[in-house]
């Protein structure tokens, strides 16, 4: 309520049919009229019983304590309806009607009571009174919120230990909340309410001094303390704390509703408030303020309306209560009758306008108690016999039972539109309704009375079932699926390849927005309102697709779903319900399949029927079979075992056919089971030369027994034919366990894969375990491939087992192994046989046997021969003399073999043998002396002299665990001793070699053997003395050696030898148990490697340090290390080094950051960085690949400063010296930065960066870039810079010969006696000073000195911004003594030689019109406006700037006409380089790269437009020819020049360009004016020369809003696309970049998105910024925005960006697809190869050339590929692969000469 007070009267105003209370009385305005409504401040509030202050006592004070929204509506009920409605008098009393909430009244700031209905994933759903809906976003809950939120997205440490919060976690549904209005949106015709529960904005009016005890506040968990909590609650200047005792648990971010208990000074402490609590008193709330949405008031009845009640409270507030927010009125009494004036009631508040200063308010018990009713109905219940008790314009209420009320809307009431409730829906008739929603905040259930809302199937997605079909209507049509309307606010999505059974690639075709179509539901998700479905027939029609969960699949269910993914190990399907299944590969089919072969006869999305073979619903998995002919198996388990192959049996099987696939093999059938098998060719046999030989034998139908089945996984078994794991498994009743084996144990396996770590074994019964790298072999072993081989047999022992996790480790070490008897040489040599008489033919001739044979040719290690019809081969070591082809010899067979016999035709050993006698047995174990005759892969033949000349078999290994070493050296006529292993009567005579009996003497003096008395301790060792020492490990980079049980040492890599092989392992000669004399010479902790001293006393962390090498030996030099004398090993050698000494070191590690460490001693180590390890590119570019651990090398010392030592494997440092470098910045006006080492860097100043200076020799120079340099100044003592030069006339050798030893463009000056006088050069500007001039670079130590006075012949106002750091100038020499003085007048540059005049050309053109303003390359002017009619390509015409300051752009357009152009104005010989080499660029990356294939009429406009462009640069050339001869210097010059042509856009330009030189922007700027003004309007690409010219003058002498300005001038009256390239062109150019990214984002990407120009052009934008994550989305939005036939040349501009400033690898793949897409595009391939190559890698280079020529085009074509390969190995290969590429080619000339 507001008091009012005036000087004359007492008066209240009111609203019309409103009442207000003034000093007791009550006024009644009865003439409405229109007024404005005063806004109250706050500081109209007051303390109840005063009266407020006036504001302006001449304009009394008005409200409209009843118009809420503070606007004029029509009111639902006139007072003339409701007369004729009534015949009851009193209703005349009754004032007027309350206004209905709605959206349009809403305004920011208004404060609101909802109720949480709904919690989603971002927002909050709130139900608000008279049924509206509210949504409170995430960011809009509060700041703790959002904190929480956005710790934990960027994991800062203090969110560690937080709880990661949701919106659910901090609401909940049905908790009452105060909000504020943040706005009213429209969303599709839709109106959108944004509230907020932020303490800050709901309590924004509440102030410090207004806060009372028991004033009740909504706020925040602010943080968790100790003993309570403290609140955030919105007030500037209160600090809350909620104790804990008081309440409940909470948590950080919860929004509660908290009772004020103590006040004291703004420090609160609160309660949680409690449904019960008393009303709020007027000693609480003191201001209208302090008031919030929630408060409990008791209300005092003032005035009753015809659809509520108006009331007053807490002295004086008015507000009012709407109808239904009031107990008991949902019938037909009258409000007058219920709630009678000056009636007392309690009732909350719903909603405060601070505005106009109202509430609304509500006295339903639910909102009293601030309960959340509960209703027994759901959504989409159907109600019988709803009872209408009340009718109202709006709608009808009725009564569902005593205690539930529902609203039917008038458009609800029935299907026919209406604007009235019909007769129909009295009081007290009875109807049958559906549930619509529910109006929680107004306790009402909403209904619709509609026929066609009763027949909906659903009225929701919690209605919707899954598998369910239903009928819905596309709503729109999109690439990647179908959105789809099944009711009004229920809208699902159809995934693209869910759209038909087949797959479509252009939706638009089959499908029809509006169009009806049946679809069944595969997943609801009603708490996110997300629908899927498929229309899929396959799936739709049939029911065995009707999956709702595992639990409801059983086993042989045969199910229908479609293919979601296919892996390696098979398919992984989908089924409704999100249900997922996997089809294991051997399901699939009984042949192993990879993943190319399911991918050939299956695609995804594909519908299949499976077969359920096994499911857990607990663990949610499903396997399933595509086999669907399994009958269901009712036998027992002890059948089915008995019919079942099982892990560990012995079969014999028959082979079915060859599998070819990742692992070649046979399907085979077991015989016993009749199930198939599949059998690897490397499991046929233990020797890889059976298993050849096998392979070519085995035929379907053949036997093979036995077979060991080694694995099976669901219907897929795995057998093995090696004879040792079958006899292994042999050896057992059952296949053992885990459990049954045991430490120590030996077991038969092979090799199942390999890893850097070591390799896998697996064992007969399936278990597989690791060898590790250490275990492999007794001596070092870097790559297991090395010397073992996948599949292969080996013999293991059992090293480490365990249980639980079923691993094992074992061990391959000979000396682990060895012991085994089992799988000797001579057992294996017998396996061998007997598998090779298997399957071997017959041999006439067995071993022994005399034959004649023919010659049939000669190589050079072998004799081919005949024996009878058999072949035969001779080893030419076994033959006498020279034999040629036809000779016959009589020779011996020596062995028979794979078909082929080897024969000896030695006339002694034939004759031996001839004459030999009747063959005696041999007694097993007997030695006797054999001749070697014959090596193959797996065995020796012998020849036995002592017995009749026998031949005999001795196998390669010792035994299985033998990696061939021990019998490595032995070689044909070789006398061995041997052992007789096996001699039975027709059998092969098997033997082994004894083993050679190792050294046990030794001549050096110093030996000192071991004491047999007792074991060798510390005390017993001497340094200086030689010990036997036995190898016990070989590691990489040291020995490990035993003396003995007490004494431990190891033998450094750097110890073993005085003279090492380069690149060799000294290490890899020794083996675990070798015996070693070495030297004992010191000690050393284990730990830290440091030497120790003689007098030490910790023996336990003591190792001993052995040298092996004989200088060491040899030598009587002992040193002696002290007590507490520290030993510094580096500083010590670094002593006795000099730069550029060679030393001998092996690498210790590869660190991945540039090292190479190197040790040279047992503790000194040295480093190599990476860019010194070799003088060619490519090797140092692959440094990691090129050194293994452990590698010999020779080095040179390259520093050794600072204690530490550094190497070279290029040279020592010094002058002249070539390094690679490594690029590390560029210094404006400087030069470029080189790192050589991490501790030497260098410079490489502007005229060592090129032989031809450049006008930005920075540009190419990127940091990290791999460049070679030589050094100029190397580095001293005392300063560590080092001068260093990129020019190539000093790098590379190959470029002198190419320039026939030529001078460069711009030669070297090392010192001012270089220079000769009165001789122009060019140079780089170094410095500038406003007093001294201009310092200028000629060479990397001469500077010279251009004098104000020498810089032009006119005099230069504001100089400095013309010549910035690092400027390219022409400069002529004055003289060099004492000083380098310069000049750069034109008339200076002009006494120059005539040579250098022919040399720079038109360059005095450009300097008359200013001494340093150069013409920039042509650019593209893009001509027509493809941005609004999307009809018209890109033009080529060219754009010229004028690049040095001030910077000045035109054009010239290849449309030139003579007679508009000056012959004598400017010189464009440079232009017209540099835009041949820009249209090279273009047709490399864009040309011909859009159209499949080019129309006649299409490339008949090419060619002619191309023609018309060579025509005016000839035009261009002749001009440029006679321009040299004029001369415009003053002011009347130009002007005579404009005069005399007008239309000449060059001639305004070099106009403009005098004025600038003379620094009179002013006048360049009228310049242009004119020139606009005088050239004629037809003219438009010369206009657009003068307009380039302003832009680049506003940017460098202007602002960027006059620039604009100027830009849109020229918009509207040019070309606009065209003007807006060049203004960004003109801005890139100058790097303001923030600028150009608003030119395009606000203009050319919106106005002219269906223009290519545009996007590449912003597309090299942001890739010279290295902006390349914004530059790859930049690519998906120009193929939205481009036409089709567009899209292929945007692609490539884009890959080549990426290949020139991106990632390589992104671009290749670039090109990849578009050419999957036109293969035969042959500049698509040209720019691909280029850019390969351009990128140095000659192997993938290859490879895409290799694929090239593979292709299937027309000659001409493939004639283009052949001719590229050629000249790319002529440069990068040999004249091998010449010759094989020419080969190539002629072969395909050959093939298609018919063509």
């Not at 580095?1275 to 790098?1291: A, E, N």
Request: charged share 30%; aromatic share 6%.
């Amino acid at each position: 309520m507001v008091k009012e007070s005036s000087t004359k009267k007492k008066k209240a105003e009111s609203a019309p049919g409103e009442a207000m209370e003034t000093n007791n009385e009550e006024v009644v305005d009865t003439k409405p009229k229109k007024r404005k409504i005063a806004i109250l401040s706050d500081d109209v509030d007051f303390v109840r019983g005063k009266k407020a202050t006036q504001p302006d006592a001449t304009k009394p004070l008005k409200t409209e304590a009843d118009n809420i929204f503070k606007e004029k509506v029509e009111h639902i009920f006139s007072e003339k309806s409701i007369a004729k409605k009534s015949k009851d008098d009193s209703i005349s009393d009754l004032g007027k009607p309350l206004e209905d909430l709605t959206y349009k009244k809403l305004s920011p700031g208004m404060l609101m009571l909802g109720v949480v209905s709904e919690v989603g994933e971002v927002d909050v759903v709130v139900n608000l009174p008279n049924g509206l809906t509210g949504f409170i976003r995430g960011t809009d809950i509060s700041e703790e919120f959002n904190s929480v939120i956005e710790n934990n997205a960027e994991g800062d440490e203090e969110a560690e230990g937080e709880e990661e919060l949701d919106l659910c976690d901090v609401v909940s549904v049905g908790q009452f909340l105060s909000c504020s209005v943040v706005d009213v949106v429209t969303v599709d015709k839709t109106r959108k309410l944004n509230l907020t529960t932020k303490p800050e904005i709901v309590n924004v009016s509440v102030k410090q001094q207004d806060i009372n005890k028991n004033m009740v506040l909504q706020g925040v968990i602010q943080s968790v303390e100790e003993y309570g909590y403290m609140v955030n609650v919105g007030v500037k200047g209160v600090t809350a704390f909620l104790n804990k005792s008081a309440a409940v648990l909470l948590k950080k971010c919860d929004i509660v509703r908290v009772v004020v208990n103590t006040v004291n000074d703004g420090n609160l402490i609160l309660g949680l408030y409690a449904v019960g609590m008393k009303a709020l008193s007027e000693k609480t709330v003191t201001t209208f303020s302090s008031l919030t949405p929630g408060h409990l008031v008791n209300i005092t009845v003032k005035k009753q309306a015809a659809n509520g009640l108006r009331c007053t409270f807490l002295g004086g507030i008015l507000g009012s209560v709407h109808l239904i927010h009031l107990k008991d009125m949902y019938n037909s009494k009258s409000v007058l009758e219920v709630y009678p004036a000056k009636r007392k009631l309690a009732a909350r508040v719903l909603l405060i306008n601070p505005e106009n200063k109202t509430v609304l308010l509500s006295t339903l018990n639910c909102h009293v108690t601030m309960e959340t009713p509960c209703y027994q109905l759901k959504k989409g219940d159907v109600v019988e016999d709803v009872e209408v008790v009340r009718v109202t314009k709006r709608g009808v209420y009725v009564s569902l039972d005593d205690d539930i009320t529902g609203f039917v809307h008038l458009k609800k009431l029935q299907d026919k539109e209406t604007e009235k409730v019909g007769a129909n829906f009295k009081a007290g008739t009875q109807h049958k309704a559906r549930v619509m929603g529910f109006r929680v905040l107004d306790n009402l259930v909403q209904l619709s009375l509609r026929q066609s809302d009763l027949d909906k199937p659903f009225l929701s997605y919690h209605d919707i079932t899954v598998c369910s079909v239903v009928m819905a209507t596309i709503v729109s049509i999109e690439d990647f699926g179908l959105v789809v309307k099944l009711a009004d606010n229920i809208r699902g999505f159809v995934p693209k390849i869910h759209m038909a059974d087949i797959n479509i690639k252009n939706p638009a075709l089959k499908f029809k927005q509006n169009q009806r179509v049946k679809a069944k539901v595969l997943t609801v998700d009603p708490s996110k309102r997300r629908l899927t479905l498929t229309l899929k027939r396959s799936v739709v029609k049939n029911s065995t697709a009707d999956v709702t969960g595992y639990e409801t699949l059983e086993k042989n269910q045969q199910v229908t779903g479609w293919i979601a993914a296919i892996k390696q190990f098979g398919i992984i399907m989908n089924f409704t319900s999100k249900i997922r299944g996997l089809v294991h590969s051997s399901e699939i089919s009984n042949v192993p399949m990879t993943e190319a072969d399911i991918c050939k006869l299956y695609r995804l999305g594909q519908v299949l029927s499976c077969r359920v073979v096994h499911v857990n619903p607990e663990k949610e998995k499903l396997s399933l079979s595509l086999n669907l002919l399994e009958e269901f198996d009712t036998k027992t388990s002890e059948e089915k075992s008995a019919r079942w192959a099982r892990r560990g049996q012995i079969h014999s099987c028959t082979v079915l056919s060859r599998a070819k696939g990742v692992i070649e093999g046979f399907i085979v059938q077991l015989d016993a089971t009749k199930e198939e098998a599949f059998l690897p060719t490397h499991h046929l046999s233990d020797y890889a030369t059976l298993s050849d030989q096998k392979t070519k034998h085995l035929q379907p139908g053949s036997k093979i027994e036995p077979v060991l089945v080694i694995s099976k996984k669901m219907k897929k078994v795995n057998v093995t034919a090696k004879s040792s794991i079958v006899s292994w498994a042999k050896s057992f009743k059952e296949m053992p366990k885990i459990s049954d084996l045991s430490v120590g144990d030996f077991i038969v396996g092979y090799i199942k894969d390999f890893k850097d770590y070591g390799c896998f074994i697996e064992i007969g019964n399936g278990l597989v375990g690791l060898c590790p790298k250490s275990c492999l072999a007794d001596n070092f072993v870097s790559n297991p491939k090395d010397v073992y081989s996948l599949g292969e047999t080996v013999m293991c022992k059992i090293t480490n087992i365990d249980t639980e996790k079923e691993r094992l480790l074992v061990s391959l070490k000979h000396s682990d192994v060895g012991s085994e008897p089992s799988l000797t040489g001579s057992k294996l040599l017998e396996g061998y046989f007997k598998e090779l008489d298997t399957f071997a033919d017959t041999v006439d001739q067995p071993a022994g046997s005399i034959v004649e044979c023919n010659i049939e040719s000669v190589s050079e290690k072998w004799y081919e021969v005949k024996v009878g019809e058999a072949p035969g081969m001779v080893d030419r070591t076994c033959a006498e003399g020279e034999l040629k082809a036809g000779d016959k010899r009589k020779g011996v067979v020596l062995d028979h073999n794979a078909g082929t016999y080897y024969l000896s035709l030695e006339p002694e050993l034939v004759e031996s043998v001839e004459g030999r006698g009747k063959r005696k047995k041999l007694t097993k174990g007997a030695e006797m002396s054999a001749t070697v005759v014959l090596t193959t892969e797996d065995y020796f033949v012998v020849v036995l002299p002592g017995a009749d000349h026998r031949f005999g078999y001795v196998h390669r290994r010792a035994h299985l665990s033998d990696l061939g070493s021990s019998y490595k050296d032995v070689k044909c006529g070789d006398e061995q001793t041997v052992t007789i292993s096996r001699d039975k009567k027709g059998t092969r005579l098997l033997l082994s070699f004894v083993s050679p009996t190792p050294e046990t003497a030794t001549s050096q003096p110093q030996l000192k053997r071991r004491r047999e008395d007792h074991v060798i301790k510390f005390d017993d060792i001497n340094i200086g003395e030689v010990y036997t020492v036995t190898v016990k490990s070989v590691k990489q980079l040291q020995l490990n050696v035993q003396l003995s049980q007490k004494v431990n040492g190891r033998v450094h890599i750097t110890e073993v030898t005085d003279s090492p092989k380069p690149s060799s392992n000294p290490l890899k000669e020794y083996k675990h148990g070798d015996s070693l004399h070495v030297k004992l010479i010191g000690f050393r902790h284990s730990k830290t490697h440091r030497y120790l001293p003689i007098t030490r006393t910790d023996y336990v962390r003591s190792m001993g340090e052995f040298s092996l090498r004989d200088s060491v030996i040899n030598s009587t030099k002992v040193r002696e290390i002290k007590e507490n004398e520290k030993v510094d090993e580096t500083k010590d050698l670094i002593s006795s080094l000099v730069v550029g000494q060679q030393i001998t070191g092996y690498v210790k590690c590869i660190d991945h950051s540039g090292f190479l460490w190197i040790s040279l001693s047992p503790g000194v180590e040295a480093r190599l960085w990476h860019t010194l390890t070799s003088s060619d590119k490519e090797e140092v570019e692959k440094w990691t690949e090129r050194f293994t651990v452990g590698q010999c090398i020779t080095a040179t010392v390259f520093s050794t400063r600072d204690n530490k030592i550094d190497l070279s494997l290029v040279g020592a440092l010094a002058a002249d010296a070539k390094f690679w470098c490594l690029v590390k910045g560029t210094l404006p006006g400087i030069g470029v930065k080189l790192q050589l080492t991490n501790r030497d860097f260098g410079i490489a100043p502007l005229t060592e960066l090129n032989d031809n200076y450049t006008k930005d020799p920075l540009s190419k120079y990127h940091e990290n870039d791999l460049v070679q340099c030589v050094v100029v100044v190397p580095p001293t003592s005392t300063d560590r810079r080092m001068t260093l030069s990129l020019r190539k006339s000093r790098t590379s050798q190959r470029w002198k010969k190419a320039t026939g030893g030529r001078k460069a463009a711009n030669k070297i000056i090392s010192n001012p006696a270089d220079l000769e006088v009165d001789s122009v050069y060019s140079g780089y500007v170094r410095s500038t000073s406003a007093t001294a001039g201009i310092y200028v670079s000629l060479g990397y130590n001469v500077t010279g000195r251009v004098l104000m006075k020498n810089m032009s012949d006119n005099f230069l106002k504001n100089w400095e911004p013309m010549f910035p750091l690092g400027k390219l100038v022409k400069v002529f020499v004055l003289h060099t003594d004492p000083k380098v003085e310069l000049s750069m007048k034109l008339s200076d540059l002009k006494k120059g030689s005539k040579k250098e005049e022919e040399e720079e050309g038109g360059e005095e053109e450009v300097q008359r019109c200013l001494d340093d303003i150069l013409l920039e390359k042509y650019q593209d002017s893009d001509g027509g406006s493809d941005g609004e009619t999307g009809e018209a390509d890109e033009s080529d015409d060219e754009v010229m700037e004028v690049e040095d300051a001030p910077k000045i752009v035109f054009t010239s357009k290849k449309s030139v006409d003579s007679t508009n152009v000056d012959e004598e104005s400017v010189s464009l010989r440079e232009v017209l380089a540099e835009e041949k080499e820009s249209d090279s660029e273009e047709e490399d990356g864009s040309a011909k790269t859009d159209e499949p294939e080019a129309k006649k009429g299409k490339s008949f406009l090419k060619r002619e437009k191309k023609r018309k462009k060579e025509e005016a640069e000839e035009e261009i050339r002749k001009i440029e020819m006679k321009s040299n001869s004029s001369s415009l210097e003053t002011e009347d010059d130009f002007e005579r020049e404009v005069a005399s042509k007008p239309d000449s856009g060059a001639s305004w330009v070099c106009y403009m360009a005098y004025w600038l030189g003379l620094g009179n922007v002013d006048k360049a700027r009228l310049t242009a004016k004119r020139a606009l003004d005088t050239i004629n309007y037809r003219l438009e690409e010369e206009k657009l020369n003068v307009w380039s010219a302003l832009f680049n003058l506003e940017n460098s002498f202007g602002t960027h809003e006059g620039l604009m300005t100027v830009c849109k001038e020229a918009a509207a009256v040019n070309d606009s696309k065209a003007v807006f390239l060049r203004l960004a062109a003109v801005l890139d150019k100058s790097k303001k970049y923030q600028e150009l990214d608003d030119v395009y984002s606000s203009v050319l990407l919106k106005k002219y998105k269906r223009a290519r120009k545009v996007w590449c052009n912003y597309c090299s934008t942001l890739a010279t910024q290295q902006r390349l994550d914004e530059m790859r989305e930049l690519l998906a939005k120009a193929l939205k925005s481009l036409p089709k036939h567009k899209h292929i040349r945007t692609i490539c501009h884009f890959a080549q960006t990426e290949y020139k400033q991106g990632d390589p690898n992104r671009g290749s793949t670039m090109f990849e697809n578009v050419l999957t897409t036109y293969p035969h595009r042959l500049d698509l391939w040209a720019v691909y190869l280029d850019k390969t190559i351009a990128l140095n890698d000659h192997q993938q280079s290859r490879l895409l050339l290799d694929r090239m020529v593979g292709l299937k085009l027309p000659i001409k074509k493939m004639r283009f590929f052949f001719k590229r390969y050629i000249d790319f190995e002529t440069v990068h290969g040999d004249e091998a692969k010449l010759n094989s590429i020419r080969e190539k080619a002629q072969n395909y000339l050959s093939s298609n000469q018919d063509d």
